[in-house]
């Protein structure tokens, strides 16, 4: 199984082309209310197109549990800003595997705003 550790270790290092390799070909993910990004050449160019507008970023994870198929992750991320700040915002991700252990569906919610905020 797909574990949070593995997941976020991948993300931290801005390691897309491995992140990606992760998810089922048809897979869904979903960033709060955004509109869903479907299949891996979306999820690949969306979660590029945002790693460009951060320097970094560092998941803590406070929590994790795996139920079935499913896995939610509680965590505080560190985000470091093109402006040299630093903003920490608490965040759940759940995501789903298939059989094959690949992630079908990965849904994050946090707030981004102070990412970008003045």
Do not use: C
Request: no cysteine.
């Amino acid at each position: 199984m797909t574990t949070a550790e593995s997941i976020f270790a991948l993300v931290d290092r801005q390691d897309v082309s491995g992140l990606i390799e992760l998810f089922a070909e048809d897979a869904t993910m979903v960033f709060g209310n955004g509109e869903p990004l479907l299949g891996r050449e979306a999820i690949l160019a969306g979660n590029n197109g945002f790693l460009q507008t951060i320097k970094g970023l560092r998941h803590h994870i406070i929590e994790e549990w795996a139920v079935g198929a499913t896995t939610i992750a509680v965590t505080d991320v560190t985000y470091s800003r093109r402006d040299d700040k630093e903003v920490t915002i608490p965040g759940v991700s759940i995501w789903r595997v298939g059989e094959d252990g690949l992630i079908t569906d990965y849904r994050v919610f946090f707030v981004p705003s102070p990412i970008y905020a003045p």
